[in-house]
């Protein structure tokens, strides 16, 4: 199976949620590892731990993202040298060539054939667009049978459970009904492209990818988002 996983930028950062954190890297380079042995894996991660351009104060809105798009560039290049330390074949790409390979579609497609994990930087390398919008779309680039959100949360809820404890997990639902009742599980653009072009989204919680065949069976927490 061949999955885009799109990676919150605040769990690289640890306990603390900012910068980057070593060990923490190092327990997910060790995971994704595993996944790779079995999957084909693409990854987009969030910049959160770095910048979040839309939340920003006291910067003109599309620099702002720009920057945002760059703390992804950072924690891309940083888990693919975790990723390579620990003996799994990685590729970080972007359009920022510079700084690492060129985002090429059919050179990232060989690279996932050949069991390579491939680290797609960037954003879509525009502003306004979030990085929910960028795994969606290089999901649907890269020919991916599923993309996976992986957060703090183990799933979509009714509510926000952190603030509603009696807040009830679905175990799966069509695109239509999360759009329909705004439950915010990603941004509109990246919904809208995961619906008119079929890709099934499965969100999880980022602790429970060291159990990833539970969830692709549906036997683990996580909901599953379909037509």
């Known amino acids: 199976m061949r999955i885009l ?9 640890g306990p603390q949620g900012m910068g980057l954190d070593a060990d923490t890297l190092a327990r997910f380079a060790a995971i994704l590892g595993q996944i790779a042995q ?3 894996l693409a990854i987009v991660t969030g910049g959160g731990n770095i910048m979040r351009g839309k939340t920003t104060k006291g910067l003109d809105r599309a620099k702002a993202d720009q920057i945002g798009m760059m703390a992804t560039v950072v924690n891309c290049m940083t888990l693919e040298q975790h990723l390579i330390a620990q003996g799994t074949p990685a590729c970080a790409m972007s359009s920022v ?16 054939s050949k069991h390579t994990v491939v680290l797609v930087a960037g954003g879509t390398s525009n502003p306004y667009f979030t990085t929910d919008s960028a795994a ?23 509510a926000d459970p952190a603030k509603h404890p009696e ?7 069509s695109f239509d009904e999360v759009l329909d009742k705004n439950l915010g599980v990603m941004d509109l653009t990246a919904m809208i492209l995961c619906k008119e072009n079929g890709l099934q ?6 602790d429970c990818l060291s ?14 988002v379909h037509l």
């Open 5 to 13: 996983l799109k990676l919150s930028g605040e769990v690289l950062g």
């Open 38 to 40: 079995k999957h084909e």
């Open 97 to 112: 060539n510079s700084l690492s390979r060129r985002y090429d579609i059919p050179e990232a497609r060989e690279l996932l």
């Open 136 to 158: 969606a779309l290089r999901a649907l680039e890269l020919k991916c049978d599923l993309l996976i959100k992986a957060t703090k949360v183990d799933g979509v809820y009714d």
């Open 167 to 173: 807040a009830k997990r679905y175990e799966s639902l």
């Open 201 to 206: 989204l499965r969100v999880c919680a980022v």
């Open 211 to 224: 159990d990833l065949d539970s969830i692709l069976s549906g036997n683990g927490r996580s909901t599953l």
